[in-house]
């Protein structure tokens, strides 16, 4: 009410409530969900190679190149009409799978050499990645929203799941499952690392991989789990992305979501697994209100994360809830 009063007691104040604040809010919790699967995945990584993966939202891009065939096309030189969680799930294990062939065929063979070394690997990994893509690939596609498959098996089912009042919006099942996926994957990583035997090596093995190794813990063994953890989070955040709308091809997920994703875990601070989920959220209203208010200059929501990212490498490196970066 009294945004609504200042709107209307002076031009220069005058702010659409619902367009301007309400709806940005609600689209940038949602889309910052994904931002925030790729940032989980990053600290996954950081917190126990301390590495930055850049080829992290590619493995996303592996899962929904693989969906979009298994619903349409050929996979493995057959032709697949699959459901569509199927379709889903083939894509989610093959996205997996790309990064645990990731750990093993790049980073295990320099993984005694320095950090910056491994930095670089998994930007060869990721420009392999696309280039092969490329190859099987030519053409952007969009895969199907989780709308529009729930449509098709339940019949009779609407298309909007909650209307908001308030921003005048209709939230869909897609954008729902998004905010469930980041906040139970969110809570699952934390658990994880607390109270998980296989958490705690992966943590030891980040302070002190010799000492380790002479208690019995497996480096091998652990980093093949963590990169395969970090390759599940890529691949659902990749298909969530591409579902109804987003363009799936060669990089494609790479290209819309890993500079926000790297803000993300920057900002909530890379040790915090906490920090990647409030990051994500973050930077997705920024992108939302920087869109809605800048509306003279196209692009505005890419230049605002890239200040963001800029000032917390300047003025806090730890970011929000981290202990170092």
Partial sequence: MILADLASASPALAIDVKSQLAQPLVLGIFQGSIYGLIGLGLVLLYKSNRIFNFAQAEFGTVAA????????????????????AVACIVGVVLGTLSAMLTERLI????????????????????LLMIALE???????R??????????????GLK??????GFAG???QWQQLLTLGTLVVLALASVAFFRFSRTGTAILAVSQEPTAAQVVGISVSRISLITWGLAGFLGSVAGLLVTAGGGLVGAGSVTGTTLVAGITAAVLGGITSLPGAFLGGI???????YAGAFITQFPGSEGVAVGLV???VLLVRPQGLLGKEA
């Fill in 65 to 84: 190149i693989t969906a979009y065939l298994g619903l349409n096309g050929k996979l493995l030189g057959i032709s697949w009409h699959m459901p569509y």
């Fill in 107 to 126: 980073v295990r063979p320099l993984f005694h050499r320095p950090k910056v070394i491994l930095v670089v690997g998994t930007v060869g990994a990721l």
């Fill in 134 to 140: 490329g190859l099987v690939f030519t053409n952007l």
């Fill in 142 to 155: 969009s895969l199907p929203s989780v709308n529009d498959a729930a449509q098709g098996l339940f019949h």
């Fill in 159 to 164: 298309d909007p799941a909650v209307r908001l």
């Fill in 169 to 171: 919006y209709n939230v």
């Fill in 282 to 288: 973050l930077i997705g209203l920024l992108q939302t």
């Fill in 309 to 311: 990212l800029l000032v």
